[in-house]
Nanobody, 124 residues
Framework: QVQLVESGGGLVQAGASLRLSCAAS????????MGWFRQAPGNEREFVAAITWTGGSILYADSVKGRFTISRDNAKNTVNLQMNSLKPEDTAVYYC?????????????????WGQGTQVTVSS
């Protein structure tokens, strides 16, 4: 079973950048597709970005395309989310998730393992 731990959240002003990281417990991490999701109070969990186990295919939500970049380092068992030009509407708890079976998906129910989340707050 994969354990995921997110880090890097915080409080920033609009236009700033943050880099989220997700550390996985297992060496088999390299076999999982990885995704980032977010959830704001009163809202449903929302897809942000996903990357295949090879890093060869990536998906982004339209709302973050051009501002956020997902990447992974299989040697370090980490997946990262670089967030630039942050907006107040990006405020949410951000979760990383692992999908053991694929194909690469933007649907949260396809993912098998979840981290505890890290808070990102963007002030205007």
């Amino acid at each position: 079973q994969v354990q995921l731990v997110e880090s890097g959240g915080g409080l920033v002003q609009a236009g700033a950048s943050l880099r989220l990281s997700c550390a996985a417990s297992e060496r088999t991490f390299r076999n999982y597709h990885m995704g980032w999701f977010r959830q704001a109070p009163g809202n449903e969990r929302e897809f942000v970005a996903a990357i295949t186990w090879t890093g060869g295919s990536i998906l982004y939500a339209d709302s973050v395309k051009g501002r956020f970049t997902i990447s992974r380092d299989n040697a370090k068992n980490t997946v990262n989310l670089q967030m630039n030009s942050l907006k107040p509407e990006d405020t949410a708890v951000y979760y990383c998730a692992a999908d053991q079976y694929g194909p690469l998906s933007s649907s949260w129910y396809q993912y098998d393992y979840w981290g505890q989340g890290t808070q990102v707050t963007v002030s205007s």
